[in-house]
């Protein structure tokens, strides 16, 4: 037994749920507790401990960055979509007469209230509409319905 050195023993009290992760690692791998503790606890205390966490900051703040391009991107779908429809609306609508608008005012939370709840009815239901335009989008070229 010359050349092995003596191993020191600690004791350590874990978390039941990491005990059970610790004892289903070390079972998958065919190594004991000890073994698997040893080295997650070298890797731990290592000098390049703090690059692996920093790579893998780096790699979480790339994913929100997409994240965040993602919704910069359907944002600005959402108000080009929105603007779209106002001067399509604006353009093909005529201005109703006095006594019609004044009948149509009158009606107005009402319909309101049938829109809100047919916009909820929409999103529960989904796929979201931001993604038939996504999907959409090369049949609408093809076919030629440009608004602009």
């Known amino acids: ?17 990491v005990m ?5 690692y070390a079972a998958q791998r065919d190594q004991s507790m000890s073994l698997i503790a040893q080295a997650a606890i070298a890797s731990f205390l290592s000098p390049d401990s703090a690059e692996r966490q920093e790579a893998a900051l780096a790699r979480r703040l790339g994913q929100i960055d997409r994240r965040l391009a993602r919704l910069e991107r359907d944002l600005g779908i959402s108000t080009e979509a929105f603007a779209t429809f106002i001067r399509f609306w604006l353009a093909t609508t005529p201005a109703l007469p006095e006594p019609a608008a004044q009948a149509t005012r009158a009606k107005l939370s009402e319909r309101y209230a049938a829109y809100t709840r047919a916009l909820g009815r929409r999103l ?23 608004w602009s």
């Not at 989904?126 to 030629?144: A, D, F, L, M």
């Open 1 to 17: 037994m010359a050349g092995r050195t003596k191993k020191a023993q600690i004791t350590v009290y874990l978390e039941p749920d």
């Open 20 to 24: 059970d992760l610790l004892a289903q």
């Open 124 to 146: 529960a239901k989904g796929p979201q509409p931001r993604q038939e335009i996504v999907e959409n989008v090369g049949g609408s070229e093809k076919e030629g319905s440009n």
